[in-house]
């Protein structure tokens, strides 16, 4: 395991993380961070980043976004399709990753080939944050342009659009995609799926930085405070708080153990901390904390697995937004609020913009590639009979006349 971190320094920091032999007579079990590298590969401050079974991600103001291989530890490359500063990076299994960035622009990469298969201005203004569904059928992002947004990620196309009443800065998936939360400045709005409404909202102190699901209900929360609480989103009731950092809480990362459940915060102050949380959810204990001495802005937590290479999602999940899309002309209503169809779709991007890597073409890609050799190859041979024929027509046309020349005379 390891926890990395990005910070406002333009440094990507590695630390491996390793439990101690379990002390006699100590009833929590301690765990020992190791500095394990450093990466300075952007040229301003790190605003996002994302990790798979492989790779670590890290999203800039630089407008790129660089790739960590984490089994060789080197430098893998970086893609550069972005005009504008990266604002969300999202692993969809370990074979696709989708960017968000100021430019408006949503980009599906294929995360073998480190290529752009799809390429959607999503967003009039920023895109903010955006949420990857668990079934990979769905996608939900914000944006400055006071929307919310539902992505068909099969189809590669806008499915809705909701218009909300101010900018949202963070939205989330629970951990089963039956409800999703809206984050506006210090209030959370908790939509249910199957209704696509609102049916409460938390509010919390300060403005909210960082959310992240621990149950299906469970949602803990950090913002511009030292604070993090935890709250119920069928009550809307805060079960705990607990102080985790001396200054305001940038981000968080939450993952289950086999033992325990395990919250990961970042903070302003320099500080990674490794929470451990009982099974109330409600008094945590800390599990270690190291100190980078820099202003971290963004966290991970890279776990290395054999799990995770066989957790892939099923083929139609997983399959990428590479077709063209059909835009849509309809529109809808749906619980009182208005919810249209897309209609302003940008044509996909299949250009090449990454860096080199490992792995096959997708199976879709092929299919189409597939798909028109086919069609050219049918084509051709339409007209390669055609011309024959005609070609057969004028040989018996010159034979009949010389025939015809013949019999006058």
Known sequence: MELVAGCYE?????FAVHPEPKASGDPEQKWTPVADFTHHAHTASLSAVAVNSRFVVTGSKDETIHIYDMKKKIDHGALVHHNGTITCLKFYGNRHLISGAEDGLICVWDAKKWECLKSIKAHKGHVTSLSIHPSGKLALSVGTDKTLRTWNLVEGRSAFIKNIKQN???VEWSPRGERYVVVILN???????DTASVSGTITNGKRISSVTFLSESVLAVAGDE??????DCD???????????ENRVKDLFSFETPEHHVIVTASSDGFIKMWKLHEDKV???LLCEVNTNARLTCLGVWLDRATDTRESPPPDAETPPVSKEEPSKSNKKESGDEVQEGERQSKPGTKKCGSTGDGDKPAKGNSLVSAKKRKTVEMLGKK????VTAKKRKMVEMLEKKKRKKKKM
């Open 283 to 285: 008094s945590p204990c």
């Open 10 to 14: 333009q440094v990507l920091f590695g």
């Open 235 to 245: 009550s809307l009731v805060c079960l705990s708080e607990f102080k985790a950092h």
């Open 384 to 387: 390669g009979n055609s011309l």
């Open 226 to 231: 030292e604070v993090v609480r935890v709250f």
């Open 168 to 170: 949202a800065h963070i």
């Open 187 to 193: 209030k959370i709005d908790v939509y249910q799926l």
